[in-house]
């Protein structure tokens, strides 16, 4: 049987050393995320102000691991106004 996880979305507050990242849930907690091994292998840049989606262990809920990174309505802003 397998642990069981709970995704959720968040927003990236602060960049720690070592591919962790403070995450501010949608719920308003923080917790410590690190960087999925996939992410870091396709070399997918996350930076403060990202939204991502995380999953967190049902035993610890303060640590997760982002699984990816959320498209941001932001990006479509910054398009527009460069033209």
């Known amino acids: 049987m397998t642990e069981q996880k709970w995704i959720h979305e968040g927003l990236i507050t602060e960049s720690l050393p070592n591919g962790m990242f403070r995450v501010q849930l949608d719920n308003e ?4 995320g690190y960087v999925s091994g996939k992410i870091r292998r396709s070399s997918i840049r ?3 102000g990202d939204k991502v989606k995380i999953e967190l262990s049902r035993y610890d809920s303060t640590r997760g691991r982002i699984i990816s990174r959320l498209g941001n309505d932001n ?4 398009k527009d106004s460069k033209d």
């Open 29 to 32: 907690d923080l917790v410590l």
């Open 46 to 48: 996350i930076l403060p």
């Open 75 to 78: 990006e479509n802003e910054n």
